[in-house]
């Protein structure tokens, strides 16, 4: 499979921002999807970018560049509900998920 | 409402056993995927099926056995070969495989398989 890989664990305040980085071997054109998962539970579709650039979807943006095999996702404004794993996806892949916690 | 089932939620094997999870989507998706989940890591494709009557292997594919004979459903084997088999297990489904683009998928709510 594909080597994706993220950081481990991020921890922020509360109405703050974080980035979570990805990086993956890119092969053709394929987008890339994110994730967010709560323990225990199956994951939750975030965000998918096919083209190169930014995605704002509510407090939750994500960034793609496909040649340099590179996306991002944003969270602002953060809120305690929000701490959890979040998984970015290429094709069949996964990354191993990078948890998020949120301190009040 | 169309979704994803697995059955059952909790599943406990003893050495030696083979089991069997139950994969059911009413969604009229083409693919269906079986991921593995250990604690504190990503998610590991074991085997995905992009067309019924036919499926590939994953990375982990090793102990495990599917069958496609129905759109609907993709149940997973874990045969007494897997020696490590405690883990979080997700199904999942996409409108098409990765043959004809990129899809997001439809999660099941998985099932934890213990070994005891």
């Known amino acids: 499979g594909q080597n994706i890989d993220q950081p481990t664990e991020m921890t922020a305040t509360e109405g703050a921002i974080v980035q979570i980085n990805c990086t993956y071997q890119t092969s053709g054109f394929n987008g890339l999807f994110w994730y967010q998962q709560h323990a225990g539970e199956a994951p939750t579709f975030l965000s998918y970018?096919?083209?190169?650039g930014l995605e704002e979807k509510g407090r939750f943006s994500s960034f793609l560049s496909r040649s340099k095999g590179y996306s991002y996702l944003l969270l602002k404004e953060l809120q305690m509900k929000d701490s959890a794993s979040y998984l970015c996806?290429?094709?069949?892949?996964f990354g191993a998920g990078t948890t998020v916690t949120v301190r009040a | 409402d169309g979704g994803i089932t697995q059955s059952p939620k909790y599943l406990f094997r003893k050495e030696g056993q083979n089991v069997t999870l139950s994969c059911e989507q009413n969604l009229n998706h083409d693919a269906m995927y079986w991921y593995r989940q250990d604690p504190g890591q990503g998610l590991r494709l074991i085997y995905y099926s992009q067309i019924v009557n036919d499926f590939q292997k994953g990375d982990i594919a090793e102990g495990y056995s599917v069958s496609r004979e129905k759109k609907e459903s993709f149940p997973l084997t874990v045969t007494s070969a897997q020696k490590n088999p405690t883990a979080f297990y997700l199904c999942a489904s996409s409108i098409a495989g990765t043959g004809r683009g990129n899809y997001g998928y439809t999660f099941g709510s998985g099932t934890r398989l213990t070994v005891v």
């Open positions: 970018n096919v083209l190169d």
């Open positions: 996806r290429y094709k069949l892949s």
